[in-house]
């Protein structure tokens, strides 16, 4: 079945530094990527909306700046989290699209110290 | 807006008594309908899904059936297990292909 690779799983950065979260398709072209946090105990919330080779449109309220997302090929798409905070330490949650479907990776705990 | 709203958590259950955990919508026309699973420290996987009115999706014991009448999309199981413990999320597709989600509902099973 479809897989979707997220890296990495968990990862702890000092405040003011950048991290990339990446997500790569292994046995299907995504034509779409969704991205979502999550915070303890809550539901997911979409944070952008990206396809290969164009920018990706954010939702309301998220900062396109400290997000930053790219979608540069149709298995892979990245996700930066610059000049990171303490408030930013979240679940970060991929889900790639192709057709009807969708595939979620599983996840990367982000902890900004 | 759409939206989708599910009963509030945790629901503790003992070992092979029947789940329920309510789910309805709001929605311009009739979107398709989604319930995920959510283990601790992982992403989410598909459970079963419904695309139009009356059908039923259903997968590993569970069963949802969509309910356009009263917007509803109830999971159910008629006899949970420890291993069914997880956070179950009800959602529903927009067009243009985004998912909108519950707020999830915890589910712990006790032997």
């Known amino acids: 079945g479809a897989v979707v690779s997220q890296h990495p799983s968990w990862v702890i950065c000092k405040s003011g530094t950048s991290v990339k979260i990446e997500c790569r398709s292994l046995?299907?072209?995504?034509?779409?990527m969704f991205w979502y946090r999550q915070f303890p105990k809550q539901s997911l919330m979409l944070m952008a909306t990206s396809n290969e080779g164009s920018k990706a449109t954010y939702e309301q309220g998220v900062e396109k700046d400290k997000f930053l997302i790219n979608h540069a090929s149709l298995t892979l798409s990245t996700l930066t989290v610059t000049s990171a905070h303490p408030e930013d330490s979240s679940f970060y949650i991929c889900?790639?699209?192709?057709?009807?479907?969708?595939?979620f990776g599983s996840g990367t705990r982000l902890t900004v110290v | 807006g759409n939206s989708v709203t599910q009963m509030e958590g945790p629901v503790t259950l003992s070992e092979e008594a029947f789940l329920t955990i309510n789910c309805t919508y709001t929605a311009t026309g009739y979107p398709s309908l989604f319930w995920y699973v959510q283990y601790p420290g992982e992403g989410l996987q598909l459970l079963l899904k419904a695309t139009k009115a009356d059908d039923k999706g259903s997968n590993k014991g569970f069963e949802a059936t969509y309910r356009k009448e009263t917007t509803s999309f109830h999971l159910e199981k008629g006899s949970v297990q420890v291993s069914d413990s997880a956070v179950y999320f009800c959602a529903l597709r927009e067009e243009g292909g985004k998912l909108i989600f519950g707020q999830g509902t915890e589910l712990s099973v006790k032997p």
């Open positions: 046995d299907f072209q995504a034509t779409t």
């Open positions: 889900s790639a699209s192709r057709g009807a479907g969708y595939t």
